[in-house]
C-alpha cells in the first residue's frame, strides 16, 4: 500500500511539475511577445514623429515658396562669333603629325593581333 501512495504522490509531483512549467513557458513566452510588440510601437512612433515633423517642414517650406512673388526674367539669346572657330585652328604642319600618329596607331594594331 505504501508504494501506491508513493507512486501516486510521484505521479501528481510530476504532474504539478509538467503543468508549472507549461505555465511558466506560455507567461515567458507571452512577456517576450509583449516586450517585442512595445518596442515595435515605440520604434513605428518614433518613425511616424520623424515623418510627421518632416512633412511639416516640407509643407512650410512649400506654403513660404508659394506666398513669394514670382520675378520673370527674359533671357536673349546672343550669338558669340569668335575669330578662332571661324578660322582653322590647325596649320598643315599639325594635320600631318595627326595623321602620322593615326598610321603609327594603325600599325600598332595590326602586329597585335
Given amino acids: ?3 501506491y501512495k508513493s507512486i501516486i504522490i510521484f505521479i501528481i509531483v510530476v504532474s504539478i ?4 512549467g507549461w505555465k511558466l513557458n506560455t507567461y515567458y513566452t507571452g512577456y517576450q511577445t509583449s516586450l517585442k510588440q512595445e518596442v515595435t510601437q515605440v520604434v513605428e512612433q518614433g518613425l511616424r514623429d520623424i515623418q510627421q515633423n518632416q512633412a511639416k517642414v516640407l509643407t512650410d517650406k512649400l506654403n513660404e515658396l508659394n506666398n513669394q512673388p514670382f520675378k520673370i526674367q527674359k533671357e536673349k539669346e546672343t550669338i558669340v562669333e569668335r575669330p578662332i572657330y571661324s578660322q582653322q585652328c590647325i596649320d598643315n604642319d599639325g594635320i600631318n603629325l595627326l595623321k602620322k600618329n593615326q598610321e603609327n596607331l594603325n600599325e600598332t594594331r595590326n602586329k597585335t593581333r
Avoid: Y
Fill in 1 to 3: 500500500m505504501a508504494i
Fill in 17 to 20: 511539475s509538467v503543468f508549472s
